[in-house]
């Protein structure tokens, strides 16, 4: 590794945990981000996006400093207006954020954050409640397969689905890809809503209200000197569409966010960090000039993938982890 690698930093949720209404939620608590950030500044050197932006597209990074870091927040949280952005002001250091166009432009509730928040209310009531979520989902799936849709049995999703990671069991990564990705949209998107419903029970506009910035807030950090790029308009999985969907979802993206990016100068952020050479080479076509994935390791500058810089996940950051 040179001295000039990079650490770019993945957030998601950013609270009070102890206090919040969904205590597991998938979050790192703003005590816990407070102490990463006072270590990172303690062996790391703060680096803005911009820095790294010029560094590219001069393709000379002997102006980076040694062993930089850059923090980067997905999906636009109010978090991030609440929480993170105060404590970035007062230790001086510039956070990169990437909202999704559909949830701040429309009110909408995000499928990906459904599933958040059904995993957290099923967690927060035990192993059993997690067995009676994936019971749920075989019982949905068996309605639409019986009005004719060509889903593959539940017990053969299940072998191939549910593969833990370093983060979730084989149960959660069921539920997290089966409606993510593995069923049809219309219906995925209709059982991920039929779920929110019995397991938390709220209103989506109103929930989705409560949980996402609104662009007054988006463009009040902007002035203060965050960064932002795209996120997608939709959270979609990018490889996984049709090209004319991929495309759509990026151009409504850069639609929403024209007053907070530089259209010829942006950085794309893939939800779930998928991604492909027709993303890429469509993305590029549109202004954009680096992309951040979630393979977890440090920036090798001029050796990486400009459109696909590695992100170590938040929870890799000392006192957490021990990655960085």
Request: one cysteine or more.
């Amino acid at each position: 590794m040179t001295k000039q690698a990079i650490h770019i930093i993945m957030y998601h949720y950013v609270r009070d945990l102890a206090v919040s209404a969904y205590p597991t939620i998938k979050g790192l608590d703003r005590a816990l981000f407070i102490r990463q950030v006072e270590y990172l500044l303690k062996h790391y050197r703060p680096l803005r996006m911009e820095e790294l932006l010029k560094a590219y597209r001069e393709e000379d990074f002997s102006a980076l400093p040694e062993n930089s870091f850059l923090l980067t927040f997905d999906d636009g949280y109010i978090d991030h207006y609440e929480v993170v952005w105060p404590i970035l002001r007062k230790y001086g250091i510039q956070g990169s954020f990437f909202p999704n166009g559909m949830a701040l432009g429309e009110n909408k509730l995000l499928t990906v954050n459904r599933i958040h928040f059904i995993l957290a209310a099923a967690e927060m009531r035990g192993r059993e409640a997690m067995e009676e979520l994936v019971q749920d989902c075989f019982r949905c799936m068996e309605r639409y397969r019986s009005q004719g849709a060509a889903i593959p049995a539940n017990e053969t999703l299940y072998r191939e689905l549910a593969v833990a990671n370093r983060w979730d069991s084989g149960e959660v990564i069921f539920i997290k890809r089966v409606l993510q990705n593995a069923l049809p949209e219309d219906i995925r998107t209709e059982i991920a809503r039929e779920l929110f419903q019995k397991w938390v029970g709220q209103e989506e506009a109103a929930f989705a209200k409560g949980l996402y910035l609104d662009t007054s807030q988006m463009k009040e950090m902007k002035e203060d000197g965050m960064f932002f790029g795209l996120h997608g308009y939709d959270h979609y999985w990018l490889s996984k569409l049709e090209p004319s969907v991929m495309e759509k979802d990026i151009d409504r993206a850069l639609d929403f966010m024209k007053d907070v990016i530089e259209p010829d100068s942006w950085v794309m952020n893939y939800p779930y960090g998928d991604y492909s050479e027709t993303v890429i080479e469509y993305i590029k076509t549109r202004g954009c000039k680096l992309g951040v994935s979630v393979e977890a390791r440090a920036v090798n500058p001029g050796e990486d993938n400009r459109f696909a810089l590695p992100r170590w996940d938040c929870n890799d950051v000392f006192p957490k982890g021990e990655n960085v």
